[in-house]
């Protein structure tokens, strides 16, 4: 039927009006009210962000959580900060993105056979999130995980995405142990219900501006992505 609501995007409504975590929906609402220098023209989204992309996608990339100035400001994942400067033009390289730069969430950013998610959807101050605002979020990533019925390929950015999808396989019953699953940039495993997973370095500044990750090793990533999920 026209106009009609997908379960992906009922689900991404149901995530934007959450209000689970008052420091997280404090410090959001906070950082959207005061702004940064640089921002004092934006309206910030300031509410948790959703994830984007194709809802038959057989890649995903689980991100941590939004930034305080890029996704709390823009309303979409990755965009408007370093860490989506980083990301957009290899997704773009790999063939995954429309286009090699996101500045908002009305910007025509189109993804091709991948959807951007987190373990976190809202900002977190020192983008540190506790083990109880990890917990409480988690369902809506076992949610998403049950609509994405093409999903093949999971690229976790960061230790902490990492853990995170371990802590799905955990609730859902596929694994009794995280033994053997060790985080290493390039590392790859399959899950028992038969899901692909590679770990790489997030693309935070920290990582990116010291070298720790360099645009060729993420591009890699990104074309293991395609060939593990037989997009090539």
């Known amino acids: 039927m026209d106009g009609a609501v997908s379960p992906l995007e009922a689900l991404n409504a ?38 984007f992309g194709d809802e038959r996608a057989r890649v995903m990339v689980l991100g941590l959580a939004p930034g305080a100035h890029g996704s709390n400001r ?27 730069k996101a500045v908002s969430r009305d910007d025509g950013m189109k993804l091709n056979g991948l959807w951007i998610g987190a373990v976190v959807r809202c900002a977190p101050p020192g983008n540190k999130p506790t083990p109880e605002e990890l917990r409480t979020c988690a369902p809506w990533l076992d949610e998403e995980l049950r609509l994405l019925t093409e999903l093949r390929v999971v690229v976790c950015l960061g230790k902490i995405a990492f853990d995170g999808l371990l802590a799905y396989a955990r609730r ?7 033994t053997g699953f060790i985080f290493a940039h390039g590392a790859e495993f399959t899950l028992p219900a038969g899901l692909k997973v590679i770990a ?13 990750l ?11 992505a395609r060939e593990m999920a037989g997009l090539d």
């Open 14 to 51: 149901r995530i934007a009006a959450c209000e689970l975590c008052p420091r997280l929906r404090e410090y959001c609402a906070e950082v959207a009210r005061t702004r940064r220098r640089a921002y004092l023209d934006c309206e910030y989204w300031g509410r948790p962000v959703p994830s």
């Open 74 to 100: 823009t309303g979409r994942m990755f965009t408007g900060d370093g860490s989506g400067d980083f990301l957009f033009p290899a997704l773009y390289e790999a063939g995954f993105a429309s286009q090699p």
């Open 172 to 178: 859902s019953g596929q694994l009794a142990s995280r």
């Open 200 to 212: 790489s370095y997030h693309p935070s500044l920290q990582n990116t501006n010291t070298g720790k």
């Open 214 to 224: 360099t645009r060729p090793m993420f591009l890699a990533i990104f074309k293991r």
